[in-house]
């Protein structure tokens, strides 16, 4: 070998190094999903009805793309996420409905995931937050290696609680362990009957510094009663105050761990749903009560992730999604003065129904892209749904499509273009209503119109209902008598979605 040759060489291999160190390219940019629990299309003042103040998330929205049609799946939490996370409509899964904190996990280890997908391809994953997707087998022994935690479905960390801040146990578990378990002090939770001589906000409402509405009468934690019984596992135990900061920290941590490989962080944030604990530095920033101060404290951790991304220049090479897994809800099942306090506000905005609702209050939820310099700031109508992230991000990476129902959507979430999808089946519990352009169909169901306790019309009702969301966004008119035409376009779109057809 020549001299030149061999300097050649050299340098040939000296820029594979370096490229080897460094994975940054455009190509494969970091994604953040900011998901909020129970947060209304209203509840965010970038969507101009409220009367809270969201100033880090309006930051994110004017800074970004932010959609007047974004749905979630499903109108309640666990099939939401299921759908989001496995691009697969939450109906098509028998088990996807709210689950206790002792669930089984709900995805299927060998279902591909979003997770699962990025990981295949070089990246770092990571969910921190609520999970509330079920943990374990079905028999889960809380104080050993518990083997089907998100990580079984494409996680490498995760840190999260098993389900709901209202449901036992109250506890954190880390990849897969139950955090801070002292083995002297075993946890043991049950779904069926109390562990004698433990309290429950039934018994002892002395013991209670929030006091249950309906259902969260079970065992009692930090002052706050649940649902489910729990024994033991003190040391494990959350306080509810500190949960924000808790996740935060983590958080931050992990981006600033990750920095100089491609990542895809999942923070579920837990507010604002029931118990509405915020940190006492955010108690009365709204006048509006536990729900409106908890929604303050989750804007604030949005900015605090935001600065975080700036401040390690991760920026340009982040894209950040931001969104709710179910519309909004007052009282949830305590005494917190949502209602009492509520004011002028309007978590819905300008939409009908909330949580549990097929109305479209139930899963048309804020949903902002921000991508500085890929994405440009503004405003897009275009229909698109959470379950097609995954083939919109899969078709950014070059990678194929596994979500079975998702769709690539990508231009319309980079603002490319002004279309997303055609139409979108939405679910509340196990029924679904079904959008086809600007029209939203909810054919006949027995049962409430309006919700027992938690006071939201549900949408059931006797007769098919059809409504022109963009001309209508109240769902006032119903035009199935007058429109027989576009009633029938929309059974026939359905019944070929659900394949009754
Ligand atoms: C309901 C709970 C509600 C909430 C919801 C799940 C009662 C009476 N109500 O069963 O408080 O926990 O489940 O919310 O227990 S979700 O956002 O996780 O779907
Ligand atoms: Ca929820």
């Known amino acids: 070998m020549d001299k030149n040759t061999c300097l050649t060489c050299t340098l040939l291999l000296l820029l594979v190094g370096l490229l080897g160190c460094s994975q940054r390219t455009p190509g494969n940019p970091n994604l953040v999903i900011i998901y909020m629990d129970d947060l209304g299309y209203g509840d965010v ?22 959609f007047t049609s974004g749905y979630c799946t499903s109108a309640t939490c666990t099939p939401s996420r299921y759908g989001m996370l496995t691009g697969q409509y939450p109906w098509r899964n028998k088990r996807a409905a709210i689950l206790a904190g002792d669930a089984p996990l709900l995805i299927d280890p ?52 098993a389900a709901t801040n209202d449901r036992v146990p109250t506890v954190y578990v880390e990849n897969h362990k139950v955090a801070g378990l002292n083995p002297g002090d075993p946890l043991q939770v049950s779904y069926k009957e109390n562990f004698k001589g433990e309290p429950t906000g039934r018994d002892n409402p002395e013991l209670l510094k929030l006091k249950w509405h309906h259902g969260h009468d079970c065992s009692v934690w930090n002052g706050i009663s649940r649902i489910g019984y729990q024994k033991g596992g ?33 923070y579920a944030l ?33 900015g605090q992730v935001m600065a975080k991304l700036k401040e390690l220049n991760l920026d340009r ?35 009908r129904g909330g949580k549990y609702s097929l109305f479209n209050a139930g899963t048309n939820v804020p949903l902002i892209t921000w991508w500085p310099g890929q994405i440009e700031p503004g405003i897009s109508d275009a229909l698109v749904c959470q379950i097609d992230f995954m083939d919109s991000i899969a078709s950014y990476l070059g990678l194929k499509n596994t979500g079975p129902d998702s769709e690539n959507v990508l231009d319309a979430l980079l603002g490319k273009s002004s279309v997303g999808r055609t139409d979108l089946v939405l679910e509340a519990s196990r029924n679904v209503a079904y959008r086809l352009g600007d029209y939203l169909m909810i054919p006949p169901y027995e049962g409430l119109a309006v919700q027992a306790n938690v006071n939201i019309e549900t949408g059931l009702g006797p007769e098919y209902q059809l409504y022109d969301i963009g001309s209508d966004r109240g769902q006032v008119k119903n035009l199935a008598a007058e429109m027989p035409g576009k009633l029938n376009e929309l059974k026939d779109g359905l019944a070929a979605r659900l394949g009754t057809k």
């Open 317 to 351: 090479n982040t894209l950040v999604i931001f969104s709710s897994d179910n519309g909004p809800v007052l009282n949830d099942g305590y005494y917190d003065e949502a209602v009492e306090k509520i004011g002028g506000h309007t978590p819905s905005g300008p939409f």
């Open 45 to 66: 003042s970038a969507y101009g009805s409220g009367t809270l103040s969201t100033p880090n998330i309006d930051k994110l929205a004017s800074e970004g793309l932010r």
């Open 234 to 266: 003190k040391s494990a135990m959350w306080i509810d105050e500190d949960m924000a900061d808790n996740f935060l920290k983590r958080v931050l941590n992990y981006i600033e761990e990750n920095q100089n490989e491609p990542f895809f962080l999942y």
């Open 270 to 302: 837990q507010q604002p749903h029931v118990p509405r604990t915020p940190h006492p530095r955010f108690v009365g920033a709204t006048g509006m009560g536990p729900r409106g101060d908890s929604i303050a404290e989750g804007d604030w951790c949005v």
């Open 110 to 161: 060998g279902q591909p995931t979003l997770p699962k997908m990025l990981a295949e391809n070089g990246y770092k994953t990571a969910v921190i937050g609520k999970w509330h997707l079920g943990i374990g087998d079905g028999n889960v022994d809380w104080n050993r290696e518990i083997e089907l935690t998100p990580n079984a479905v494409g996680f490498d960390y995760s840190y999260v609680m």
